[in-house]
């Protein structure tokens, strides 16, 4: 189905085509003035600029044009020539009933055709998450959703960082305090023990002390050093350890990204790509777009059109290790070979714009990206009320864990205070306040422009009134319950009736959902559907408060009511879906 807004374009499209004009000026937007009217079109300023007209004799033989289209009420002019207009609430009536009978038919379809790779997460083997990668994980997951449902073919990858320094740094820290392992022999004396000498909590606590000692101590920092280029270079003994360290981190990581709700198609990381690298580095070499620089091997991706200096990426340093930046091109090169992707997206901290600018100048350059357009989908950081970035009391760096426990709280706190769900049985009351914490930080965190910085603030974001997650759920369950007491009087079938002024602002919101998504799309905003859905349930709330609904006597107006009511209830979940927020059953 074509979208309300794009078939009320087409027809006023066609209007302007009849008097002459290009049918790009019958674009139609919702109103700016809802009190004034429904729609409005623009086009006769345009066309009399163009034309040299006078744009209100224009909008006058469009008015008349559109009035033989049988969809309008009223056709206004105002002002210079805007033309303002309302439709006939049958055309909303059936418009509506097509969204009942098909559901899906208010996905834009925009992505059809198209794949798309989606880099997010990006956790660190060794390290424990924080906010930072909070932020990565929760917008990369809402693009993932939002892309899916608007079509396209997405595979996701968490793309694990486990094959830089910090590697190299837990391996020579080891080697000090356990210098019997086997692990730490010359030769190689595989197979090596099953079991890992380490665990996920021996490898948080080693890997703040090892990055210390190195900072401290250049002789550590050269140990560090010598085992990360060991370790890439495949020294057996390391290649092992390092095992150990992946699938310790890993199954940790995977717990929590669980605990969020969120799934990757692939748990690839930076050391996957490594065997492509020799290959890459030679063609590069040959190709004389890799060059020898003080004993590093660079790629110069500066261009002339630079106002700001754009450094060279280095692409092997002088002692033979690669950085994030070779296993970056690598990872692309293993990306369009793997899935011949239209599209590849990073979501990850706005810091790393310039590493960004820097591996796709260079793999561009080098034609490695197939047809993929290579974009970085940059976020702020997550700061504390003094407005630093965010810690823990103690100043340290705060745990995603401790996170989602401290937000679980907050929300068993609000709706004690709130008197929700305070009889249900103990694991219930467990599993909402779960999922109101949850929806609490994810919401907080997509509502804002993504680019900006916003602060933590757990009080506000778990209220039950705003624009919060929390708010969003309880208007679903509210919705549900009306739903739920209706019972047997609920008519599936009934359709919508539209009288009311509530009822038309309720029923133009919800035909606007094509349009959300898909913009939502183009800018990458997740904040896009944060505002569309917070606008859905206000305006429900005050069809809600002006009109009876279970005690209407008249049982086509309450058929009706109920019907709008389990249609912005598919919405308002679809699109907290999209932001990977549950609703409870009851609350
Ligand atoms: N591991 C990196 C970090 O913690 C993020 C990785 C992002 N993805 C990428 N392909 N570079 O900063």
Redesign the pocket.
């Known amino acids: 189905m074509t979208s309300l807004l794009s078939e009320l374009s087409a027809t006023a499209g066609a209007a302007f085509a009849a008097e002459g004009f290009l049918p790009e000026l019958g674009q139609i937007q919702l109103s700016d003035r809802p009190d004034l009217a429904q729609f409005q079109c623009n086009g006769a300023l345009a066309a009399a600029k163009q034309a040299k007209g006078n744009p209100r004799q224009i909008a006058e033989r469009i008015r008349a044009r559109l009035t033989e289209s049988a969809l309008f009420e009223e056709i206004t002019i105002a002002g210079p020539g805007f033309i303002n207009l309302r439709l006939k609430d049958a055309i909303l009536e059936s418009r509506l009933q097509t969204l009942a009978a098909r559901p899906d038919s208010a996905l834009p379809a925009s992505g059809r055709g198209k794949a798309a790779v989606l ?1 997010f997460g ?3 083997i060794a390290k424990p998450m924080h906010v930072g ?1 909070l932020r ?1 994980a929760i917008i990369g997951d809402c693009l993932q959703r939002l892309f899916r449902a608007n079509g396209w073919n997405i595979s996701s990858d968490v ?1 694990l ?1 486990d094959w830089g320094l910090q590697m190299g740094q837990l391996i020579s820290e080891l080697a000090i305090r356990f210098p019997g392992l086997p692990y730490f022999a010359p030769g190689d004396h595989s197979p090596y023990p099953v079991e890992s000498p380490v665990t996920m909590d021996d490898l948080e606590r080693l890997y703040p002390e090892a990055a210390a000692a190195c900072k401290n101590d250049p002789a550590r920092l050269e140990a560090a050093r010598c085992a990360t280029v060991e370790l890439q270079a495949g020294r057996p003994g390391y290649r092992a350890l390092w095992q150990h360290f992946v699938e310790a981190s890993a199954e940790g990581l995977r717990r929590e990204y669980d605990s969020l709700g969120i799934c990757f198609d692939e748990w690839r990381g930076e050391s996957d790509a490594d065997p492509l690298i020799p290959g890459i580095i030679e063609d590069l070499k040959d190709r004389g777009l890799a060059v020898i620089d003080q004993g590093a091997l660079i790629v110069d991706v500066s261009e002339p059109s630079d106002t700001v200096e754009v450094p060279p990426l280095i692409l092997m340093k002088s002692d033979g290790a690669v950085n ?1 930046a070779t296993t ?1 091109i690598a ?1 692309i090169v293993q990306r369009v070979r793997d899935h011949d992707p239209d599209l590849i997206l ?1 979501v ?2 706005q810091r ?1 714009h310039l ?1 960004f600018q820097q591996v796709f100048r260079a793999t561009r350059k080098a034609g490695l990206a197939g047809h993929a357009v290579l974009e970085h989908v940059g976020y702020g950081t997550v700061n504390g009320k003094d407005g630093k970035p965010f810690k823990t009391r103690a100043g340290g760096v705060m745990k995603l864990y401790d996170l989602i426990s401290m937000a679980t709280d907050e929300a068993r706190k609000r709706l004690a205070e709130a008197g929700l769900a305070t009889e249900y049985p103990p694991e219930e009351q467990a599993r909402i306040a779960g999922a109101v914490g949850i929806a609490a930080i994810k919401f907080a965190d997509l509502s804002n422009n993504r680019v900006s910085n916003y602060i933590f603030d757990l009080e506000r974001f778990t209220k039950f009134e705003g624009k919060t997650g929390p708010y969003l759920q309880y208007a679903a369950v509210r919705i549900k319950s009306v739903l739920r007491k209706a019972g047997d009087e609920r008519q599936k079938s009934a359709l919508p009736v539209i009288r009311s002024e509530e009822e038309r602002a309720l029923a133009l919101q919800l035909l606007s959902m094509p349009e959300a998504l898909e913009s939502a799309e183009t800018r990458r905003a997740p904040n896009l559907i944060c505002d569309y859905v917070f606008r859905l349930a206000q305006n429900f709330s005050r069809f809600y408060t002006e009109h009876h609904i279970l005690s209407e006597a008249d049982v086509d107006l309450k058929g009706g009511r109920l019907g709008l009511c389990e249609l912005t209830l598919s919405e308002i979940e679809r699109l907290l879906m999209l932001l990977g927020i549950e609703v409870p059953e009851r609350m």
Request: hydrophobic share 5%.
């Open positions: 880099d990006g956790p660190n990668h990565s793309h960082g994030y970056d990872t990073y990850v901290d790393q590493h």
